[in-house]
């Protein structure tokens, strides 16, 4: 089945720094991609998508481009602040209509220290 | 704009007691949706319900029971609770395009003793 993977653990990092987090998947299909992020006490925003290979998606300095021939859906950020600090989880959906079930990762705790 | 609205946001429960989670959601929306969160799991589906009348499992379903009444509640009922099912709960909901993001509640905060 479809499935979706973030490297392991927490990121530290400073203000300003580059983020990368990394999401690759698996899928039968031709999916949509979505990030998600989750500030303390909330449920999940969606950050930014993108529904067919080469489409990059972008939110608040935040960017994503969809790789089909790697698989892949990397988080990137140029400058990072404290309120950037949440968890980001990657997922994917089937493009069949009447399907819109999501497939997560299983996310990861980005901390930003001033 | 309340989009997807879950009551309670907390909840504390004894072994054996029984509740019903509900979600409402004023988007228009087909498709509803229950996730758990748990530490290191990432979010897993408990039960969907793709569209008005029609309900389906989940990876998690063991449990739980569900209900859509209409085409804007779908609620979630734990029959006979037990510590395994302490968790956060979320409701979400989409269009039925694979390429429409689900839109999520603020998550039900139960714990059972």
């Known amino acids: 089945g479809d499935s979706v993977t973030q490297m392991e653990g927490p990121v530290t990092l400073s203000e300003e720094a580059f983020l990368t987090i990394n999401c690759t998947y698996t899928?039968?299909?031709?999916?949509?991609l979505f990030w998600y992020v989750q500030y303390p006490g909330e449920g999940l925003q969606l950050l930014l998508k993108a529904t067919k290979a080469d489409d990059k998606g972008s939110n608040k300095g935040f960017e994503a481009t969809y790789r089909k021939e790697t698989t892949s859906f990397h988080l990137e950020k140029g400058s990072v602040q404290v309120s950037d600090s949440a968890v980001y989880f990657c997922?994917?959906?089937?493009?069949?209509?009447?399907?819109?079930?999501?497939?997560f990762g299983k996310g990861n705790q980005v901390v930003v220290i001033p | 704009n309340a989009g997807v609205t879950q009551t309670p946001k907390f909840q504390v429960l004894k072994t054996g007691q029984s509740m019903t989670l509900q979600c409402a959601q004023d988007m228009n929306h087909n498709s509803m949706y229950w996730y758990r969160q748990d530490p290191g799991m990432g979010l897993r589906l408990i039960y969907y319900?793709?569209?008005?009348?029609?309900?389906d499992k989940g990876e998690v379903p063991n449990g739980y029971n569900v209900s859509r009444l209409n085409k804007r509640e779908f609620s979630l009922r734990l029959e006979s609770a037990a510590p395994s099912q302490t968790s956060v709960y979320f409701c979400a909901s989409s269009g039925v395009k694979g390429n429409q993001p689900q839109h999520f509640g603020d998550g039900t905060r139960l714990s059972i003793l």
């Open positions: 997922a994917l959906s089937d493009q069949d209509y009447g399907n819109n079930r999501l497939a």
């Open positions: 319900s793709a569209s008005e009348g029609t309900t």
């Open positions: 899928a039968t299909g031709y999916p949509s």
